[in-house]
């Protein structure tokens, strides 16, 4: 067993927000450790926070106070552009609602992260990642034009065009009907084992969070572990 | 990097409605634009050069007392053309005759504009001469005044001239109708020796100039100090049908052309809105994906740019070609025009767009390159705010572009104030109307009652968008009513039939010949006005000064030269009493002055004023002041005298009538039968009016189609404002089992009912407006235009309703499950 190096870190995490007459706390005294390469899943029930949380460990928001290290990088510390490139850099995404562009083809929403980077090759990736993903056929095809399964593959295949260090996932397969989901799953945690990528998952669906290494609860902005059981769990769903 | 993002994007967001509605908004406002300053420009110069023509020369500066040499070397300084004239008034006599003359020397140059035609035969005119030393040319009438034919010699002051032949066409002929002495034309080098002009003699000397537009400008400026209080610039004259019709027109066509711009631009605001609330969602996950905010403002900066300069681009093009159109046009009316190309409509142009562009547009793109990539994580997007931002900075442009075009500050914030008026009122309006509606839906079909529902809950946006629809029918309305007013009005001024022949000097005896040849051919004469020339010499026991001095510059100026005066029972038909009275049967020594030239010589009513006629003084007070309307080609009078004065004096006559263009002989015939009545023909001028005025409609016609261009513009951006929402509401409603036929029916009652409300409010504000300017600029009367209150609101139904069923039935036609996945994947 290797030794494991932390690859996002939160430490006394708050995150409130401004009503116009009160504060609102959504998320409270977040402590987290996550490893490079771990596969982690977020359960909780619906407003629980889970998506705010993902927010903040992925640079997308600033919490409140407390510190936030995404691949060694202190988030709290830098500013809106500076996050947004080292989103660029380390940060794949996917979403429940697909969020492909609407006016870009298939190929050409895979590709955009990498042209976003300044990325070398993104046409040659983007079709091998299209081909991994099963969709060399709808390289053209605008979002409209595909099923909703078809357009989550779209996305995982944009998510991994820059080979990211963590992958963030919120509710990845919520939209889709469950066999589809599940394809989608797997192929989620099949490229992310071939490139070693931190996977975050937040969602509802308990048999989806079996199948990571790591599970937390949030309950009412508050996190706690759940037991590491990935062995048992690997045979389980396997 | 991000070019070739932004430029996937853009050519792909072009098989989408919003860029193209920016971008043929801004191309129809540098199109209106250009093409409008173009073709006034255009049609200015062609009547400038024209009233070039009837002046001689391009600019004149008239002295009192001797040429002022100095703008003279000005002027020679700028290279411009110069000639000179004297012009006085004495007697010549032929053996026994006498007679007094208007006399006009000129120095070589003359003309320099338009043509000078003389003739040696009297009977054949086209027997070209030219003017020698030691020769005179007479006005024809004078041969049978002084009984003398060509060849004879004439005296004039100490010299004698050979009457050399006649003056067939002299391009500054007085314009008047009022009958002036006869006429003669002699040498500049001649006049010395005459020994007639004297210090103190009543003398006009005129420089003449004439070059190109921006010398002449210079030469104005550049000489101001130069000017003695006895020099003053002749300006083209204003106060004629032409002038006047060229002053409306140019003001009406900025100010419609500017209604047309504005509305342009709102719709290419609206479109700019909808654009960047479309876009907000792709703006998330691209800066979720790493993108910059700068990058994302590049991006959909470089979008603004392209269309931009699309715009613009085609703009000037398209709007040149509109204004080479109409040079070709006025040269084909007017053969030698001219055509000169001019940078200021184009520049004009462009920054017309960079206003509209960056005031109306680029806010909404510069906000939607702030949008947060935390978006990404919310299910529905944060209502965009309304944008308090964007519309100050559409105001400011609003104010900005009056100002550009009026070139007033003043009216400029007069007419921004009002809009502001009228769009606060729309908006109280609109919200009451709305909340009233609800009530009103008791017992409706319920058809009607989703509709009903479905404006009151998008209140806001809904009076916003009232608000624009109104103002786009208002502002073609308006634009339509004001066009056939204008018209109307222009074509009363000249109407068919009007008379274009006018006689002067008719003695008694001519008078009844006259009655009986116009009988024999069937010619309306006009009534007979008596005339005989006079001078005002006192006001209230006190004398007029000659000239203003320098010393007694306060002393009032008096007329300075005579006047004709008449005597009438009546107030003529196109006068105005603006105060006092009009003479009663038995008025004894009043007068009546005609207002302008009352206010110049500061004359009230109970004013005393002592009259001069051929040497016989007398008095009389003023009792009223008259308003004239010179524009009337009509024989007008400064002062009408009560006609108990006048008994004693010899008067002769001055009639008009109509003879069409067909019966010149007719014309001969009296000119041979009457040889010391002087004629006086306008059918060219009145030619020049009716070419005008057709110019103008044509224009006019034009800026009407471009406003109601601009207003459909602004229905279409607006409708497609709101179809995505809409598309969602379709979604719902659908999948709640709401048929396809009530969802459509629902639909069409709203945008009926939005058209409805919209076309009553743009009737009321035009019928205010129209009201206005009927007393503003026409003097007339308020009348109401009842075709108005039906064709507004039907307008407004008809144009709303179209333009929205057309727009939202692709979403009709959806089946509900495909209307439910797009709606889910928004
Ligand atoms: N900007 C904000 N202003 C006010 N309330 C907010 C804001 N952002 C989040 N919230 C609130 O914080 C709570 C947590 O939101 P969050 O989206 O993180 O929940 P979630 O766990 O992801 O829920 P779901 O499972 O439904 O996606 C919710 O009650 C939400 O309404
Ligand atoms: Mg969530």
Request: glycine share 6%; proline share 3%; with cysteine.
């Amino acid at each position: 067993m290797k030794t494991p190096i932390p690859h996002i870190v939160a430490k006394d995490v708050v995150k409130t927000v401004q009503l116009t007459e009160s504060e609102l706390t959504i998320l409270q005294d977040i402590h987290l450790t996550i490893n490079q390469g771990a596969t982690v899943a977020i359960v909780g029930a619906s407003g629980s926070g889970k998506s705010t949380l993902l927010g903040i460990l992925a640079g997308l928001d600033q919490a409140s106070s407390g510190e936030v290290y995404l691949a060694g990088q202190p988030l709290h510390q830098l500013s809106e552009d500076q996050r947004a490139e080292l989103r660029a850099r380390s940060v794949g995404f996917v979403f429940q609602s697909f969020l492909l562009l609407p006016s870009l083809t298939a190929l050409e929403n895979v590709t955009l992260p990498a042209e976003l980077a300044g990325m070398p090759d993104a046409r040659v990736r983007g079709l091998e990642l299209l081909a991994q993903v099963g969709l060399s056929h709808r390289a053209d095809f605008f979002p409209n034009q595909m099923s909703g399964g078809e357009q989550q593959r779209v996305a995982i295949a944009r998510a991994f065009i820059t080979k990211p260090a963590v992958l963030f996932a919120d509710e990845p397969s919520a939209n889709l009907d469950s066999a589809t989901g599940e394809k989608i799953e797997d192929l989620l945690f099949e490229l992310n084992e071939q490139q070693g990528t931190t996977l975050i998952l937040v969602t509802h669906n308990h048999e989806l969070a079996q199948r990571c290494q790591y599970r937390y609860l949030m309950h009412a902005g508050h996190l706690a572990a759940e037991q590491p059981k990935a062995t048992e769990d690997k045979r389980h769903v396997g | 990097m991000w070019g070739k993002i932004a430029w996937r994007l853009f050519w792909r967001e072009l098989s989408r409605g919003e860029l193209w509605v920016i971008a043929f908004s801004l191309f129809l406002a540098v199109l209106t634009v250009v093409s409008l300053s173009g073709i006034t420009e255009s049609v200015r110069s062609a009547l400038f050069q024209r009233s070039a023509n009837f002046v001689a020369a391009d600019l004149i500066l008239r002295s009192s007392v001797a040429f002022n040499e100095q703008v003279q070397q000005q002027a020679d300084q700028l290279e411009l053309q110069s000639a000179r004239q004297v012009q006085f008034n004495s007697m010549v006599f032929a053996k026994d005759l006498m007679q007094l003359v208007s006399i006009k020397a000129v120095s070589a140059e003359y003309p320099l504009r338009g043509q000078l035609k003389l003739s040696s035969s009297v009977a054949d005119p086209t027997k070209t001469a030219s003017l020698q030393q030691g020769q005179l040319y007479l006005e024809n009438r004078l041969f049978s005044l002084l009984n003398i034919k060509v060849g004879d010699s004439i005296e004039l002051g100490e010299k004698e001239f050979i009457a050399a032949g006649v003056i067939v066409e002299e391009p500054d002929a007085p314009l008047s109708v009022f009958g002036s002495s006869p006429r003669i034309l002699m040498q500049l080098e001649d006049v010395n020796a005459t020994g007639i002009i004297q210090p103190g003699s009543r003398i006009s000397y005129r420089l003449m100039f004439a070059g190109a537009q921006q010398q002449l400008g210079l030469l104005e400026t550049q000489t101001k100090e130069l000017l003695g209080p006895q020099d003053r610039w002749q300006k083209m004259d204003r106060e004629s049908a032409i002038g006047g019709a060229l002053d409306r027109s140019e003001r009406f066509l900025l100010l419609s052309g500017l209604l047309g711009i504005v509305l342009a631009a709102c719709a290419a605001a609206v479109a700019a809105n909808r654009y960047s609330q479309r876009h907000a969602r792709s703006v998330a996950v691209m800066k979720a994906l790493g993108a910059t905010t700068s990058l994302s403002r590049k991006i959909y900066g470089s979008h603004l740019l392209f269309v931009v300069i699309f715009s613009v681009g085609f703009g000037l093009i398209a709007g040149q070609l509109l204004v080479l159109l109409s040079q070709w046009g006025v040269a084909f009316w007017m053969p030698e025009y001219l055509a000169e190309f001019s940078v200021r409509p184009l520049a004009l142009g462009m920054l017309t767009a960079a206003i509209c562009a960056l005031l109306f547009s680029a806010r909404p793109l510069w906000r939607l390159a702030a949008v947060p990539a935390l978006n990404v994580l919310r299910e529905k997007p944060d209502q965009v705010k309304f944008d308090v931002v964007h519309l100050a900075s559409g105001s400011v442009a609003i104010w900005l572009l009056m100002w550009l075009f009026s070139g007033d500050i003043w009216i400029s914030s007069w007419l921004f104030a009002l809009c502001l008026l009228f769009a606060a009122l729309l908006m109280g309006f609109a919200a009451l109307l709305v909340r009233i509606a609800k009530p009103m839906t008791a017992g409706q079909s319920s058809a009607l009652k989703l509709a009903l529902a479905n404006l009151r809950r998008r209140l806001w946006p809904n009076a916003f968008q009232l608000i624009t629809f109104s103002l786009a029918l208002f502002l073609s309305l308006l634009l339509y009513f004001l066009r056939s007013e204008l018209l109307d009005q222009w074509q009363q001024q000249v109407p068919q039939g009007a008379p274009n022949q006018f006689l002067v000097n008719l003695t008694d005896q001519d008078k009844t010949a006259l009655q009986q040849l116009a009988k024999a051919h069937q010619l309306r004469l006009t009534e007979f006005y008596p005339m005989v020339s006079g001078r005002v010499l006192a006001v209230n026991g006190e004398n007029f000064a000659d000239e203003a001095t320098k010393e007694k510059p306060e002393q009032r100026q008096g007329v300075g030269r005579e006047l004709n005066l008449t005597w009438l029972n009546h107030l003529p038909d196109n006068n105005k009493l603006e105060s006092g009275q009009w003479f009663s049967t038995d008025t004894k020594a009043e007068v009546s002055v005609e207002s302008q030239l009352a206010e110049r010589l500061q004359l009230k009513l109970g004013d005393q004023l002592q009259f001069s006629v051929g040497g016989q003084l007398f008095e009389a007070k003023i009792s009223s002041i008259r308003k004239v309307d010179w524009n009337s080609l009509q024989p007008n009078f400064y002062m009408v005298l009560s006609p108990d004065l006048m008994q004693g004096f010899p008067a002769t006559y001055i009639t008009a009538f109509y003879l069409d263009m067909s019966e010149q002989e007719l014309l001969n015939q009296i000119v041979r039968q009457f040889p010391t009545v002087s004629l006086i023909s306008v059918d060219t001028i009145l030619k020049q009016v009716n070419d005008i005025i057709a110019q103008v409609s044509v224009a006019l016609t034009f800026i009407l189609l471009l406003v109601f261009a601009s207003a459909v513009l602004v229905l279409v951006a607006q409708v497609q404002a709101t179809l995505e929402q809409r598309e969602q509401e379709l979604a719902i409603l659908r999948t709640l089992g709401a048929k396809s036929t009530f969802l459509k029916a629902a639909l069409l009652y709203e945008f009926a009912a939005l058209g409805a409300l919209a076309g009553l409010f743009a009737t009321l504000l035009a019928e205010v407006l129209l009201a206005a300017v009927q007393q503003q600029f026409f003097d007339l009367p308020y009348s109401p235009h009842w075709n108005l209150w039906w064709l507004g609101p039907v307008t407004g139904v008809v144009l709303v309703t179209t333009l929205g069923a057309w727009q939202v039935r692709g979403l009709l036609k959806m089946s509900g499950s495909t209307l439910l996945r797009r709606a889910l994947q928004n």
